[in-house]
């Protein structure tokens, strides 16, 4: 389903956001990333960022200790 694929496990707070907002600077509107991170901070911090910049969350799902994000770019 995505177009891109972000593993930032390992990765705190604001790795993550930083890294991903320089994916989708490269990406197509429209695009979808799929970001995978385990800090559990990620989860507020992805939404606030998606309704800052005006990305669509898609989904966020737990996976065991991963938080898998999909985030298509406006």
């Not at 429209?30 to 800052?52: H, L, P, R, W, Y």
Request: glycine share 6%.
């Amino acid at each position: 389903m995505a177009d891109h694929t972000l593993d930032m496990c390992g990765f705190a707070c604001p790795m993550p956001i930083l890294k991903t907002k320089q994916a989708l600077a490269s990406m197509e509107s429209k695009e979808i990333i799929e970001v995978i991170c385990t800090d559990q901070g990620s989860k507020k911090d992805f939404v606030a960022f998606c309704n800052q910049l005006g990305h669509k969350l898609i989904s966020q799902k737990d996976d065991g200790n991963k938080i898998i994000f999909n985030i298509e770019k406006n």
